[in-house]
């Protein structure tokens, strides 16, 4: 049997570390930008054109996949109709002018949606390094999610969204949210390294560098006094650590022609990592260009409410592509994220599902 040389990496070290394990560290090299006197707009910008719109679009490859839009039909409200009620919910709320309502719930999302990408990731190297799922995934989960929110509780009352409503509480929560969170969050670390050690082989390095680097994704936040600014930071990390894992995947498993139109195109693409390269820079180009578009004719409303929208659509719809809990997932991704190059063939002809994290 062959003998893989990249062991315990999800592609290689040099990818993995690249473009998974140490992204979250961008963030701190964006801190530093802004620190030295970088125009915020320019890191904002930057941050969201370069690599936020290429990660909330590629969430659409899902749907060039001939198997994948079978299976959405199958499931036609989760990924029909839930589509449809963000849309119109979004534009009722607009209407009625509940927009601290709005950026309450993508604030909130987005916490929650960064976390469990970090914690699905994670959960890949833990299965690459046999790691026991049923003892690590809830203290992993609790971990990161908690650390992560602390740190971004730690100025909570800096963020209108959630300042708005919290102090209408009558207690004040907010100066205990960021030290609690934090507390359980590295309790929660320390009981998932222990667990870690007590599998009774060496720790993985993928494995345990990756958790530190994901514990300190939300650090922009108690480094930096703008949150617009901080928020940039983090999802630089976020967004390349994405395209990272999930072009990885494509690449991967689209490697032969057939299929319909859109299938042979993602085919196409995904092959070549020029290809892709080239489509993500499309995206950049486009996007930024319709901004500037938005911007010079001052249309502000649209420009907001299609902001909010596609990223509620990735928090939605990336919920429903990585979740593995489903046996379809589980059979048409795990293979190709949970074993080496040379036995996802093998694999893919096996009937049998591969247990595989929820990434997204």
Not at 122 to 132: A, E, M, T
């Given at each position: 049997?062959?003998?893989?040389?990249?062991?315990?990496?999800?592609?290689?070290?040099?990818?993995?570390?690249?473009?998974?394990?140490?992204?979250?560290?961008?963030?701190?090299?964006?801190?530093?930008?802004?620190?030295?006197?970088?125009?915020?707009?320019?890191?904002?910008?930057?941050?969201?054109?370069?690599?936020?719109?290429?990660?909330?679009?590629?969430?659409?490859?899902?749907?060039?996949?001939?198997?994948?839009?079978?299976?959405?039909?199958?499931?036609?409200?989760?990924?029909?109709?839930?589509?449809?009620?963000?849309?119109?919910?979004?534009?009722?709320?607009?209407?009625?002018?509940?927009?601290?309502?709005?950026?309450?719930?993508?604030?909130?999302?987005?916490?929650?949606?960064?976390?469990?990408?970090?914690?699905?990731?994670?959960?890949?190297?833990?299965?690459?390094?046999?790691?026991?799922?049923?003892?690590?995934?809830?203290?992993?989960?609790?971990?990161?999610?908690?650390?992560?929110?602390?740190?971004?509780?730690?100025?909570?009352?800096?963020?209108?969204?959630?300042?708005?409503?919290?102090?209408?509480?009558?207690?004040?929560?907010?100066?205990?949210?960021?030290?609690?969170?934090?507390?359980?969050?590295?309790?929660?670390?320390?009981?998932?390294?222990?667990?870690?050690?007590?599998?009774?082989?060496?720790?993985?390095?993928?494995?345990?560098?990756?958790?530190?680097?994901?514990?300190?994704?939300?650090?922009?936040?108690?480094?930096i006094p703008s949150r617009t600014t901080a928020s940039s930071a983090m999802l630089s990390g976020h967004y390349l650590q994405y395209l990272g894992i999930l072009w990885l995947l494509n690449?991967?498993?689209?490697?032969?022609?057939?299929?319909?139109?859109?299938?042979?195109?993602?085919?196409?693409?995904?092959?070549?990592?020029?290809?892709?390269?080239?489509?993500?820079?499309?995206?950049?180009?486009?996007?930024?260009?319709?901004?500037?578009?938005?911007?010079?004719?001052?249309?502000?409303?649209?420009?907001?409410?299609?902001?909010?929208?596609?990223?509620?659509?990735?928090?939605?719809?990336?919920?429903?592509?990585?979740?593995?809990?489903?046996?379809?997932?589980?059979?048409?991704?795990?293979?190709?994220?949970?074993?080496?190059?040379?036995?996802?063939?093998?694999?893919?002809?096996?009937?049998?599902?591969?247990?595989?994290?929820?990434?997204?």
């Open positions: 049997m062959t003998t893989s040389t990249n062991a315990g990496w999800i592609e290689s070290p040099k990818y993995d570390l690249g473009f998974l394990i140490l992204a979250p560290l961008l963030g701190l090299v964006v801190c530093a930008l802004a620190l030295l006197g970088v125009d915020p707009y320019i890191i904002a910008g930057t941050s969201l054109f370069l690599l936020g719109m290429p990660h909330y679009l590629s969430t659409y490859s899902y749907y060039f996949d001939d198997r994948n839009t079978d299976y959405a039909r199958q499931r036609a409200f989760a990924f029909w109709i839930g589509p449809l009620l963000i849309i119109f919910g979004l534009a009722f709320a607009v209407k009625l002018k509940y927009y601290m309502l709005i950026a309450l719930v993508v604030d909130a999302w987005n916490i929650f949606h960064v976390s469990r990408q970090s914690t699905g990731i994670l959960s890949v190297y833990r299965h690459l390094n046999g790691g026991d799922n049923r003892r690590e995934k809830l203290p992993a989960n609790f971990a990161l999610l908690c650390i992560g929110s602390g740190l971004y509780s730690f100025t909570i009352a800096k963020q209108p969204s959630f300042s708005t409503y919290l102090k209408r509480l009558s207690f004040d929560v907010m100066p205990f949210l960021g030290p609690v969170l934090l507390t359980i969050g590295i309790a929660s670390l320390a009981t998932l390294l222990f667990r870690m050690w007590r599998r009774g082989a060496p720790l993985p390095t993928s494995e345990l560098i990756f958790v530190g680097t994901s514990a300190l994704l939300f650090l922009p936040y108690v480094l690449h991967r498993k689209y490697v032969a022609d057939g299929g319909s139109v859109r299938q042979r195109a993602l085919t196409h693409v995904s092959r070549s990592v020029p290809r892709i390269v080239l489509l993500l820079l499309g995206i950049v180009a486009v996007s930024a260009g319709i901004d500037r578009y938005v911007h010079h004719v001052n249309a502000m409303g649209i420009h907001n409410y299609v902001l909010n929208l596609i990223v509620l659509m990735h928090f939605y719809l990336d919920g429903l592509v990585w979740a593995f809990k489903h046996p379809y997932t589980r059979a048409t991704m795990g293979p190709y994220l949970l074993l080496p190059d040379h036995r996802v063939a093998a694999a893919m002809a096996s009937p049998m599902p591969i247990p595989a994290p929820a990434v997204g």
